[in-house]
Protein backbone atom coordinates (compact mmCIF):
# COMPACT_ATOMS: atom_id res chain seq x y z
CA UNK A 1 0.00 0.00 0.00
CA UNK A 2 0.98 3.57 -0.12
CA UNK A 3 0.31 6.32 2.40
CA UNK A 4 -0.51 9.98 1.21
CA UNK A 5 0.13 12.93 3.72
CA UNK A 6 -0.95 15.98 3.00
CA UNK A 7 0.21 19.32 4.06
CA UNK A 8 -3.43 21.00 4.38
CA UNK A 9 -2.16 24.18 5.90
CA UNK A 10 -0.22 24.41 2.62
CA UNK A 11 -3.30 23.45 0.63
CA UNK A 12 -5.64 25.90 2.18
CA UNK A 13 -3.26 28.66 1.38
CA UNK A 14 -2.73 27.69 -1.80
CA UNK A 15 -6.42 27.36 -3.09
CA UNK A 16 -7.47 30.27 -0.90
CA UNK A 17 -5.15 32.40 -3.28
CA UNK A 18 -5.83 30.84 -6.51
CA UNK A 19 -9.62 30.70 -6.63
CA UNK A 20 -12.49 32.94 -6.66
CA UNK A 21 -14.06 33.99 -3.39
CA UNK A 22 -17.39 32.37 -2.60
CA UNK A 23 -19.50 32.52 0.15
CA UNK A 24 -22.38 30.09 1.72
CA UNK A 25 -25.92 31.01 2.63
CA UNK A 26 -24.59 32.02 6.20
CA UNK A 27 -21.88 34.47 4.27
CA UNK A 28 -18.85 32.29 5.29
CA UNK A 29 -16.16 32.01 2.93
CA UNK A 30 -15.34 28.57 1.46
CA UNK A 31 -13.72 28.94 -1.25
CA UNK A 32 -10.50 27.65 -0.51
CA UNK A 33 -12.34 24.31 1.62
CA UNK A 34 -14.31 23.68 -1.02
CA UNK A 35 -11.09 23.45 -3.39
CA UNK A 36 -8.94 21.52 -0.73
CA UNK A 37 -11.99 19.29 -0.59
CA UNK A 38 -12.08 18.62 -4.08
CA UNK A 39 -8.91 17.91 -4.40
CA UNK A 40 -8.18 15.47 -2.28
CA UNK A 41 -11.57 13.46 -3.22
CA UNK A 42 -9.81 13.81 -6.15
CA UNK A 43 -6.88 11.95 -5.14
CA UNK A 44 -9.23 9.42 -3.91
CA UNK A 45 -10.76 8.92 -6.95
CA UNK A 46 -7.29 8.51 -8.66
CA UNK A 47 -6.41 5.34 -5.87
CA UNK A 48 -5.00 6.88 -2.57
CA UNK A 49 -6.42 4.49 0.15
CA UNK A 50 -5.02 5.19 3.24
CA UNK A 51 -4.54 9.27 3.40
CA UNK A 52 -4.45 11.72 6.58
CA UNK A 53 -4.20 15.46 6.21
CA UNK A 54 -2.24 17.42 8.33
CA UNK A 55 -3.22 21.57 9.56
CA UNK A 56 -2.10 24.05 12.00
CA UNK A 57 -4.73 24.36 13.98
CA UNK A 58 -3.63 27.22 15.49
CA UNK A 59 -0.70 28.98 13.40
CA UNK A 60 1.82 29.57 16.47
CA UNK A 61 3.74 26.37 18.00
CA UNK A 62 6.18 25.79 20.72
CA UNK A 63 9.31 27.30 18.59
CA UNK A 64 7.15 30.54 18.95
CA UNK A 65 8.86 30.69 22.61
CA UNK A 66 12.23 29.85 21.16
CA UNK A 67 12.52 32.23 18.93
CA UNK A 68 10.14 35.76 19.03
CA UNK A 69 10.24 36.47 15.50
CA UNK A 70 9.03 32.55 14.20
CA UNK A 71 5.47 32.80 11.95
CA UNK A 72 2.68 33.32 13.55
CA UNK A 73 -0.97 34.08 12.02
CA UNK A 74 -0.67 38.12 12.53
CA UNK A 75 -1.36 39.24 8.80
CA UNK A 76 -3.40 36.18 7.62
CA UNK A 77 -6.29 37.44 6.29
CA UNK A 78 -9.45 36.87 8.17
CA UNK A 79 -11.30 34.93 5.13
CA UNK A 80 -8.39 32.91 5.14
CA UNK A 81 -7.77 32.16 8.93
CA UNK A 82 -11.79 31.68 9.02
CA UNK A 83 -11.36 28.18 6.97
CA UNK A 84 -8.61 26.57 9.12
CA UNK A 85 -11.70 25.17 11.60
CA UNK A 86 -13.82 24.69 8.38
CA UNK A 87 -11.51 22.74 6.79
CA UNK A 88 -11.01 20.60 9.73
CA UNK A 89 -14.25 20.07 10.34
CA UNK A 90 -15.19 19.44 6.03
CA UNK A 91 -12.14 16.98 5.92
CA UNK A 92 -13.29 14.51 9.27
CA UNK A 93 -17.19 14.72 7.72
CA UNK A 94 -15.72 13.48 4.01
CA UNK A 95 -13.72 10.26 6.34
CA UNK A 96 -10.77 11.75 5.82
CA UNK A 97 -8.53 11.55 8.97
CA UNK A 98 -7.56 15.18 10.51
CA UNK A 99 -4.67 16.23 12.43
CA UNK A 100 -5.01 19.63 13.90
CA UNK A 101 -1.96 20.84 15.59
CA UNK A 102 -2.05 22.94 18.68
CA UNK A 103 1.58 22.70 20.02
CA UNK A 104 3.41 21.45 17.40
CA UNK A 105 3.13 22.47 13.23
CA UNK A 106 1.26 20.68 10.61
CA UNK A 107 5.08 20.02 9.48
CA UNK A 108 5.50 17.95 12.52
CA UNK A 109 2.62 15.38 11.79
CA UNK A 110 3.67 14.98 8.55
CA UNK A 111 7.12 14.33 9.50
CA UNK A 112 5.51 11.95 12.77
CA UNK A 113 3.36 10.71 10.61
CA UNK A 114 5.64 9.37 7.93
CA UNK A 115 7.85 7.99 10.31
CA UNK A 116 5.58 5.87 11.88
CA UNK A 117 3.71 4.58 8.77
CA UNK A 118 7.08 3.61 7.13
CA UNK A 119 7.98 1.06 10.21
CA UNK A 120 4.38 -0.69 8.78
CA UNK A 121 5.83 -3.48 6.39
CA UNK A 122 2.78 -3.49 4.53
CA UNK A 123 3.94 0.28 3.10
CA UNK A 124 5.54 0.34 0.41
CA UNK A 125 5.74 4.13 0.18
CA UNK A 126 5.14 7.31 1.55
CA UNK A 127 4.12 9.95 -0.16
CA UNK A 128 4.51 13.52 2.10
CA UNK A 129 3.00 15.86 -0.42
CA UNK A 130 4.22 19.70 0.52
CA UNK A 131 6.75 21.23 -1.27
CA UNK A 132 7.96 22.91 1.96
CA UNK A 133 11.53 22.58 2.52
CA UNK A 134 11.97 21.03 5.62
CA UNK A 135 10.01 18.00 4.85
CA UNK A 136 12.88 17.16 2.88
CA UNK A 137 14.36 15.67 6.12
CA UNK A 138 11.89 13.33 5.95
CA UNK A 139 12.93 11.85 2.69
CA UNK A 140 14.29 7.83 2.88
CA UNK A 141 15.90 6.37 0.32
CA UNK A 142 12.42 5.64 -2.27
CA UNK A 143 10.61 4.81 0.89
CA UNK A 144 9.44 7.73 1.69
CA UNK A 145 9.19 10.50 -0.97
CA UNK A 146 7.75 14.62 -1.08
CA UNK A 147 5.64 15.38 -3.92
CA UNK A 148 5.00 18.81 -4.71
CA UNK A 149 1.58 18.68 -5.83
CA UNK A 150 1.15 21.61 -7.58
CA UNK A 151 4.26 21.44 -9.89
CA UNK A 152 4.41 17.48 -9.94
CA UNK A 153 7.28 16.79 -9.21
CA UNK A 154 8.65 14.01 -6.69
CA UNK A 155 11.70 13.81 -4.86
CA UNK A 156 13.32 10.87 -3.53
CA UNK A 157 17.01 10.77 -1.52
CA UNK A 158 18.87 11.65 -4.70
CA UNK A 159 16.34 14.02 -5.54
CA UNK A 160 16.53 16.11 -2.26
CA UNK A 161 21.04 15.51 -2.92
CA UNK A 162 20.31 17.01 -6.02
CA UNK A 163 18.25 19.99 -5.32
CA UNK A 164 19.79 20.90 -2.00
CA UNK A 165 23.17 19.78 -2.31
CA UNK A 166 23.07 17.89 0.80
CA UNK A 167 21.35 14.28 1.78
CA UNK A 168 18.00 15.10 3.87
CA UNK A 169 19.67 14.27 7.23
CA UNK A 170 21.62 17.38 6.92
CA UNK A 171 18.36 19.75 5.74
CA UNK A 172 18.23 21.07 9.67
CA UNK A 173 21.51 22.20 9.41
CA UNK A 174 21.32 23.52 5.79
CA UNK A 175 17.97 25.32 6.88
CA UNK A 176 20.38 26.91 9.74
CA UNK A 177 22.85 28.31 7.71
CA UNK A 178 20.65 29.77 4.94
CA UNK A 179 17.58 30.55 7.28
CA UNK A 180 13.58 30.22 6.15
CA UNK A 181 11.79 33.09 5.45
CA UNK A 182 8.61 31.48 5.28
CA UNK A 183 8.98 30.40 9.41
CA UNK A 184 11.01 33.45 10.22
CA UNK A 185 14.06 32.75 11.13
CA UNK A 186 17.41 34.62 8.79
CA UNK A 187 19.98 32.18 8.81
CA UNK A 188 23.22 32.94 9.28
CA UNK A 189 24.84 36.71 7.48
CA UNK A 190 27.10 35.08 4.47
CA UNK A 191 26.19 31.84 4.44
CA UNK A 192 24.16 31.45 0.89
CA UNK A 193 23.03 27.93 -0.13
CA UNK A 194 25.99 27.16 -2.56
CA UNK A 195 28.59 27.95 0.01
CA UNK A 196 26.26 25.79 3.07
CA UNK A 197 25.48 22.96 0.52
CA UNK A 198 29.47 23.09 -0.20
CA UNK A 199 30.65 22.41 3.79
CA UNK A 200 27.66 20.37 4.69
CA UNK A 201 27.91 17.68 1.80
CA UNK A 202 31.51 17.30 3.44
CA UNK A 203 30.75 17.54 6.96
CA UNK A 204 27.24 16.69 7.82
CA UNK A 205 26.46 18.67 10.61
CA UNK A 206 27.24 21.68 12.21
CA UNK A 207 29.02 20.65 14.69
CA UNK A 208 31.47 18.43 12.51
CA UNK A 209 32.36 21.40 11.14
CA UNK A 210 36.29 22.45 11.77
CA UNK A 211 36.94 26.04 13.75
CA UNK A 212 39.54 26.53 11.13
CA UNK A 213 38.28 27.42 8.09
CA UNK A 214 41.40 26.20 6.12
CA UNK A 215 40.62 21.85 6.91
CA UNK A 216 37.56 22.89 4.76
CA UNK A 217 39.14 22.23 1.65
CA UNK A 218 35.94 22.48 0.06
CA UNK A 219 34.91 25.17 -3.04
CA UNK A 220 33.69 28.14 -1.20
CA UNK A 221 34.36 31.60 -1.14
CA UNK A 222 34.92 33.34 2.20
CA UNK A 223 35.61 30.57 3.55
CA UNK A 224 37.69 32.11 6.21
CA UNK A 225 34.87 35.26 6.85
CA UNK A 226 32.33 32.40 6.92
CA UNK A 227 34.07 30.04 9.81
CA UNK A 228 34.47 33.32 11.85
CA UNK A 229 30.15 34.08 11.47
CA UNK A 230 29.78 30.43 12.48
CA UNK A 231 32.57 30.35 15.30
CA UNK A 232 30.70 33.96 16.43
CA UNK A 233 27.34 32.95 15.78
CA UNK A 234 27.57 29.06 16.69
CA UNK A 235 24.49 29.10 19.64
CA UNK A 236 22.23 31.05 17.02
CA UNK A 237 23.29 28.78 14.26
CA UNK A 238 22.35 25.79 16.74
CA UNK A 239 18.71 27.27 17.62
CA UNK A 240 17.86 27.42 14.12
CA UNK A 241 18.90 24.20 13.54
CA UNK A 242 16.20 23.09 16.80
CA UNK A 243 13.30 25.46 14.81
CA UNK A 244 14.48 23.38 11.57
CA UNK A 245 14.34 20.21 12.96
CA UNK A 246 10.36 18.53 12.93
CA UNK A 247 9.63 16.66 15.70
CA UNK A 248 9.05 13.05 14.94
CA UNK A 249 7.86 11.68 18.57
CA UNK A 250 4.14 12.56 18.51
CA UNK A 251 1.66 9.66 18.52
CA UNK A 252 -0.74 9.74 15.92
CA UNK A 253 -2.02 6.49 14.93
CA UNK A 254 -2.01 3.03 16.32
CA UNK A 255 -2.07 1.13 13.37
CA UNK A 256 -2.03 2.19 9.77
CA UNK A 257 -5.31 1.16 9.04
CA UNK A 258 -6.35 4.08 10.98
CA UNK A 259 -5.41 5.91 7.97
CA UNK A 260 -7.53 4.08 5.21
CA UNK A 261 -10.13 5.94 3.67
CA UNK A 262 -13.75 4.30 4.00
CA UNK A 263 -16.19 6.85 2.71
CA UNK A 264 -18.05 9.79 3.82
CA UNK A 265 -19.80 10.30 7.07
CA UNK A 266 -23.33 10.40 7.12
CA UNK A 267 -23.50 14.21 7.75
CA UNK A 268 -21.18 14.74 4.81
CA UNK A 269 -23.84 15.47 2.05
CA UNK A 270 -25.71 18.40 3.73
CA UNK A 271 -22.63 20.08 3.97
CA UNK A 272 -21.71 19.46 -0.05
CA UNK A 273 -25.31 20.93 -1.09
CA UNK A 274 -23.83 24.35 1.68
CA UNK A 275 -20.80 24.18 -0.64
CA UNK A 276 -22.57 23.45 -3.95
CA UNK A 277 -24.77 26.62 -3.25
CA UNK A 278 -21.87 28.69 -2.92
CA UNK A 279 -22.23 32.22 -4.47
CA UNK A 280 -18.94 32.49 -6.03
CA UNK A 281 -17.72 36.24 -6.41
CA UNK A 282 -15.55 37.71 -9.08
CA UNK A 283 -12.09 37.49 -8.52
CA UNK A 284 -10.39 39.73 -6.16
CA UNK A 285 -6.75 41.30 -6.02
CA UNK A 286 -5.19 39.02 -3.42
CA UNK A 287 -1.57 39.31 -2.33
CA UNK A 288 1.40 37.00 -2.84
CA UNK A 289 0.88 33.43 -1.17
CA UNK A 290 3.14 32.67 1.54
CA UNK A 291 3.35 29.13 0.55
CA UNK A 292 4.12 29.81 -2.79
CA UNK A 293 7.48 30.92 -1.54
Known amino acids: MEVHLVDGTYELFRHYYAMPSAKDQDGREVAAVRGVLASVLGMIKSGATHIAVATDHVIESFRNGLWP ?8 EPDLLSQFP ?7 SAGVLVWPMVEF ?5 LAAGAIAAAKDARVERVIICTPDKDLAQCVSDARIVQLNRRTRVTYDEAGVIQKFGVAPASIPDYLALV ?6 YPGLPGW ?6 AVLA ?7 IPADWREWRVNAANAGALAHTLSVERDRAMLFRTLAT ?7 FDDVDQLRWNGPTPGFAELAARFDAAVTAPRRPRGRSPAAE
Open 69 to 76: DYKTGEGI
Open 86 to 92: LLEETLS
Open 105 to 109: EADDA
Open 179 to 184: GDSADG
Open 192 to 197: GAKSSA
Open 202 to 208: KFGHLES
Open 246 to 252: LRTDIAL
